[in-house]
């Protein structure tokens, strides 16, 4: 049996669509028997993404009408008997599956996860209309929150399946404290506004802290204009000690910041209350402390191990001194993410949610 992939966004080895998407490709491929894996991405998708026998990559979806072409796919696969899983579901795609005829939807077999999903009065009742034209659907959530609130709208098979992460049996090392680190995509809800003035605010004392902070496009080549001006303002501080690759980077590169870091997160709560951060598991999975907003999903995790430092409002003095307060304490924080380790290795082995998703369709 074939296992069709769908993820639209996909069309390079940054970012952690492509994170997930490798992860259960490696499983699958060590499977007994092993599972042939059908890859459908981004209609720029390189074609060195997945070079592995048993696995086809077939880029298509548009960035303008990924939507619909998800829907025709979706469709026709199902039509045909095949086994789907959509990696990164929302509302759009659980509505285009809802959409499908139930004669059709029975024909083959889907699996849709949810990496968050904002819950309003107006958003509930989409959502319960979608469960009443199909309640059979079979989603796989994040979060326990997430799939409790998902459930309340009617759907019957919604269970939670924690995001995947693969970690080496060996403890992470855990050099000296090099820099703070700002990773991934600079966004607008990740608070670039506030690291912004964090880092004006470690001008004015006059701090030595070295910061690496992300300033590379999205997948696109794209800045969102009010990014730019951001970057810009921040260039414009002079903080001596700032660093702003214009360049992603992936792999073993990506970890490799993660190593003697501290991770900054004061994403806006809005956005992430009950969303999960690949970035804040890749931290811990490399022994990287995090400061982090409170009563947000990565707040929990720091928490639960006394991984960092959580803060709580928009003060950027609070912030700063946060995150000195972890600097002078550093291998401490640093030990209890080791300590960590093996319990993030255990419960997001990719090979749970490749079983979850295999043991669904």
């Known amino acids: 049996m074939t296992l069709h992939i769908l993820e639209p966004t996909l069309i390079n080895d940054s970012g952690h669509c492509y994170t997930v998407a490798r992860a259960l490709i490696d499983v699958a491929v060590v499977s007994e028997p092993v599972t042939p894996i059908h890859l459908w991405a981004g209609r720029q998708a390189e074609a060195r993404l997945i070079d592995l026998p048993t696995v086809q990559l077939?880029?298509?979806?548009?960035?303008?009408l990924r939507r619909i072409q998800l829907h025709f796919l979706l469709r026709r696969l199902l039509r045909a008997g095949e086994s789907v899983f959509v990696l990164t579901a929302s509302r759009a795609e659980l509505f285009s599956y809802a959409m499908i005829p139930k004669a059709l939807r029975?024909?083959?077999n889907a699996v849709f996860y949810v990496h968050q999903m904002r819950m309003d009065a107006k958003r509930l009742r989409r959502l319960q209309w979608i469960?009443?034209?199909?309640?059979?659907?079979?989603?796989?959530?994040?979060?326990?929150?997430?799939?409790?609130?998902?459930?309340?709208a009617g759907f019957a098979q919604v269970r939670c399946q924690p995001y995947p992460l693969a970690l080496p049996e060996a403890l992470p090392a855990t050099p000296p404290f090099r820099h703070l680190l700002f990773p991934g995509m600079a966004r607008m809800d990740k608070n670039l506004a506030l690291v912004a003035?964090?880092?004006?605010?470690m001008h004015q004392r006059g701090c030595t802290i070295p910061v690496h902070l992300q300033a590379a496009p999205n997948h696109h080549g794209e800045f969102a204009p009010d990014v730019a001006a951001l970057l810009q303002k921040i260039r414009h501080i002079g903080y001596p000690h700032l660093t702003m690759p214009e360049q992603a980077v992936d792999g073993a590169a990506y970890l490799d910041q993660f190593r003697g870091a501290i991770c900054l997160q004061p994403f806006h709560r809005d956005q992430y209350a009950d969303k999960v951060s690949g970035i804040t598991l890749d931290a811990l999975g490399q022994a990287c402390p995090v400061v982090v907003r409170s009563r947000i999903w990565a707040a929990t995790m720091v928490t639960r191990y006394d991984a960092g430092a959580v803060v709580d409002g928009d003060d950027a003095?609070?912030?700063?001194?946060?995150i000195i307060a972890v600097?002078?304490?550093y291998p401490r924080y640093q030990a209890n993410c080791c300590q960590a380790y093996a319990e993030l290795r255990q419960q997001h082995d990719p090979a749970r949610l490749f079983a979850a998703i295999m043991d669904t369709v």
């Open 327 to 329: 600097i002078a304490d």
């Open 317 to 322: 003095n609070i912030w700063l001194d946060a």
């Open 197 to 201: 003035e964090v880092i004006g605010r």
């Open 58 to 64: 077939t880029p298509c979806f548009s960035r303008k």
């Open 131 to 152: 469960a009443r034209r199909a309640p059979e659907m079979r989603i796989l959530t994040t979060t326990e929150a997430l799939a409790q609130s998902i459930s309340q």
């Open 106 to 108: 029975q024909r083959g």
